[in-house]
């Protein structure tokens, strides 16, 4: 099974995108972030004229949203809310053979790393608090995957500039302490650095801002895949496909990030 997390930023206006990714990858699964999408305005259709028979969607207008998109049935469907709000950041479902997927987007926490004088950074690191002690009180043995944009770039090497980003929001010490905790408290294997050893670069996004994101390559991983430590064995293989960023001249800022699982 071929699994695939993608933060579109806005599923219908890149619902092409998300045709060539299933055209040439062939995923099983996709999992969704930033959607932007209300329930009845996502593109159900495009994605059954895909075989993608099987959704869960979790929309609000203009902002975040998450979906499971599924080739195979889902079960026990539901979604989470975080730091009190719904504000369309979890959803999760079972497969036909009882592995829970959740699939999840963090804030991102704006552009100030101090909780006092940022409210979206303080949001941001109660959220990963609270993921932390959520997933440690569920650490009931059962299989379970976690794929999503985390925002937060964990390593040195998931960062074109350990140093230069010391101090901006996805790779502060806060950030990376807190993520850290959270991948602890279940516990979570890293599935894509399970493949990739930490010495090596690793991005899935790259800023709009650059004039040439390709050129000057100052990347970050902020989306991962986890799983439960039972399912380590049968990690098959990743795939960070990069070239997705250049499918578009309005391509999504993240690339999808891929594991197979068998």
Known sequence: MRIATWNINSVRLRIGLIERLIDEEKPDIICLQETKAIDDAFPRAAFAAKGFAHLHILGMKSYNGVAIASRVPLHDVGHRDWQGREDCRHVFASLPDETELHCVYVPAGGDVPDPAANPK?????????????????????????????????????????????????????????????????????????????????????????????????????????????????????????????????????????????G
């Not at 790779?171 to 302490?177: F, L, R, S, Y």
């Not at 004039?211 to 390559?217: E, K, L, R, T, V």
């Open 121 to 261: 950074f303080a949001h941001k690191l109660g959220f990963l608090d609270e993921c932390a002690a959520w997933w440690k009180s569920r650490a009931d043995g059962k299989s379970k995957i976690l794929v999503g944009d985390f925002n937060v770039a964990p390593l040195e090497n998931d960062v074109w500039s350990h140093k230069q980003m010391l101090d901006i929001v996805s790779h502060t010490p806060i950030e990376v302490e807190k993520l850290t905790a959270w991948q602890k408290s279940h516990p979570w294997v890293d599935a894509v650095r399970h493949f990739v050893p930490p010495q090596e670069k690793l991005y899935s996004w790259w800023s709009y801002r650059a004039q040439d994101w390709n050129a000057s390559d100052r990347g970050r991983r902020l989306d991962h895949i986890w799983v439960t430590p039972d399912l380590t064995p049968a990690l098959k293989g990743y795939r960070i496909l990069r070239e997705a960023r250049g499918w578009d001249p309005k391509p999504s800022d993240h690339v999808p990030v891929m594991v197979d699982v």
